[in-house]
């Protein structure tokens, strides 16, 4: 099973990009179908975007979509999020999580090993 570690969160102004690095521990980085998810204060863990084993697939909330981008370096054992056009709402510890699933599942129950998670906060 892999370990996850984010890195690159913090505090930026809206409408700055920012992006977010998960690397994993251990050979089977591939084997493992890829999400983020997000925590804002007082409310519950929500998806924001899946990435297939080989990164050819994926999949974003509505909220994100058109101005977050996921992709993967298999090599690196890394996966990412390129976060542009940050709005205050993005604010939220963000989560890398990891899944023995096919294709791009959106359900936290789905996600095996979690990342620690990394604040990213958008000031307005």
């Known amino acids: 099973q892999v370990q996850l570690v984010e890195s690159g969160g913090g505090l930026v102004t809206a409408g700055v990009s920012l992006r977010l690095s998960c690397t994993a521990s251990?050979?089977?980085?591939?084997?493992?179908?890829m999400g983020w998810f997000r925590q804002a204060p007082g409310k519950e863990r929500e998806f924001v975007t899946a990435?297939?084993?080989?990164?050819?697939?994926?999949l974003y909330a509505d909220a994100v979509k058109g101005r977050f981008t996921a992709s993967r370096d298999n090599a690196k054992n890394t996966v990412y999020l390129q976060m542009n056009s940050l709005k205050p709402e993005d604010t939220a510890v963000y989560y890398c999580?990891?899944?023995?699933?096919?294709?791009?599942?959106?359900?936290?129950?789905?996600?095996?090993?979690w990342g620690q998670g990394t604040q990213v906060t958008v000031a307005s």
């Open positions: 999580a990891a899944t023995k699933e096919y294709g791009v599942p959106t359900s936290i129950s789905l996600y095996v090993t």
């Open positions: 990435i297939s084993r080989s990164g050819d697939n994926s």
């Open positions: 251990g050979r089977t980085f591939s084997g493992y179908g």
